[in-house]
């Protein structure tokens, strides 16, 4: 896979202003004008909500030069205001038959038609629910059988065709169902990597499994840029080729302490590469065509309290010598790792101030608290963009809830209760 950012070739620009609220979209239609740029139309839409006020305007800058698109967020977004989430579904029991309580979620997948997978790794156990919640039974269990699995799984697929695709560490391959649950082939998959987003489809039903391609030292103190790259599978489970990690002009070098900027990317949907190095809030899409959408955004560096500080500081001690070397940063990264939306949005997790907490941060995993039992809590936030770069607006999630699937009306995710039970809910995306 090879993409490239060319130079130089006709430059254009645009600059464009969208007021607006809720969900209504908003297409703007360019017009020429002198000197080679192009003036978007500034479009009104509605603007009052239901407190009469008049809300903020998306304010972004669009400049072409040959290959390269670059992007600017000066200020606003085309919701106006923090999207809500409201919980339409919550499936789970503090004590209940076994298909109504949760152990231990490993992954949350959603089909075409709205029935909800849920992998619970503590059973384990492949559980089906219908779009209202209702048990439709289970796929697979426990064994290395046809359609059996370990423990661990690292990925939960579903295919634009329907096809299931579950990622079983124990057993080192991806089983495949059938949307009805029977199975339909297994692949072989040598890669014992355990990290996140390890599993993923495109549009075309291909399937990317992270691994390490290069060589690395197993006994190298931690944080080392381990030669993370993916294998690609073409949509029969058939090696197509090993994708190298991609590289990036402003990429650390070396080891790096806590809340260090670091190179953050992922794979698109689409098929392409989002990349970019967080001591900014600044990343790229590299598209398959070789056109890259450069994208930025205004923002402010969030500080790290004294106190939060120590205790990095501490745990670096506390887990290997050779970490006291290390120093954590005094300032949190710009934003975190990318996701996105079977809609082809990308979802930002953006860095909030931290609080301390007496009720210990950690269970439901990395999107919720840096380490297991971390003693403050910083809400979670995301910016959501469209594939061109339209900034859409932030979603503020809940306390104590971990989104698994993003959509472009609803999320689903982990809640955990007051006695760590956990629960598989179901949100609508208000932006109006």
């Known amino acids: 896979m090879r993409v490239a950012a060319g130079r130089g ?9 969208l007021t607006g609220t809720g969900a209504a979209s908003a297409r703007v239609t360019a017009a020429p004008v002198a000197h080679g740029f ?7 839409l509605a603007a009052c909500g239901g ?28 919701w106006s205001r923090p999207a809500r989430l409201r919980k339409t579904l919550e499936i789970g029991a503090l004590e209940g ?18 029935d909800i997978l849920v992998f619970d790794g503590q059973v384990p156990a492949l559980r089906r ?55 339909a082939d297994h692949w072989r998959v040598e890669s014992g990597l355990y990290t996140r987003q390890a599993t993923v489809a495109d549009a075309e039903g291909h399937v990317y499994v992270k691994a390490l391609v290069g060589p690395f030292d197993p006994g190298a103190p931690l944080p080392f840029p381990w030669p993370i790259g993916l294998l690609h599978l073409d949509a029969g489970g058939a090696l197509v080729d090993t994708v190298p990690p991609p590289a990036h002009r402003d990429e650390p070098q070396g080891r ?15 098929g392409h590469m989002v990349i970019g190095v967080n001591g900014d809030y600044a990343f790229e899409i590299r598209r398959t065509d070789g056109t890259v959408v450069r994208i930025s955004k205004a923002w402010e560096p969030v500080p790290v309290s004294e106190a939060e500080h120590a205790e990095y500081e501490r745990r670096l001690v506390d887990d290997d010598d050779d970490d006291a070397a290390l120093e954590t940063a005094w300032t949190k990264p710009a934003y975190g790792q990318f996701h996105f939306g079977g809609d082809g949005r990308i979802w930002v997790p953006r860095p909030t101030p931290s609080e301390p907490t007496a009720e210990p941060q950690g269970a439901l995993g990395p999107t919720v608290a840096p380490m297991p039992n971390w003693p403050f809590y910083a809400p979670l936030l995301f910016d959501v963009f469209e594939p061109d770069g339209t900034y859409l607006g932030e979603v503020p999630i809940p306390r104590d809830v971990a989104p698994y699937v993003f959509g472009s009306d609803r999320i689903y995710g982990v809640r955990a209760g007051k006695y760590d039970e956990l629960y598989v809910v179901r949100y609508a995306l208000d932006v109006g």
Request: no cysteine.
């Open 38 to 44: 192009i003036a978007l139309a500034a479009l009104t």
């Open 256 to 270: 790096w302490g806590p809340l260090h900027p670091g190179k953050i990317w992922a794979l698109h949907p689409d």
């Open 97 to 114: 038959a076994d298909e109504e309580t949760f152990g231990m979620i490993a992954e949350v997948g959603v089909t075409a038609t709205g």
């Open 129 to 183: 629910y219908d779009a209202d919640g209702r048990y439709l039974g289970s796929l697979g269990g426990l064994g290395q059988g046809p359609g059996e699995y370990g423990h661990r799984i690292r990925g939960l697929v579903v295919r634009r065709d329907g096809t299931i695709l579950l990622r079983d560490m124990d057993n080192q391959r991806i089983i495949v169902y059938r949307d009805d649950g029977t199975v």
């Open 51 to 78: 407190d009469g006020a008049v809300h903020d305007s998306l304010v972004m800058t669009r400049d072409t030069v040959g290959d390269t698109i670059r992007v600017h967020i000066e200020s606003g977004s085309v």
């Open 9 to 17: 070739g006709p430059r254009r620009a645009e600059r464009g202003i």
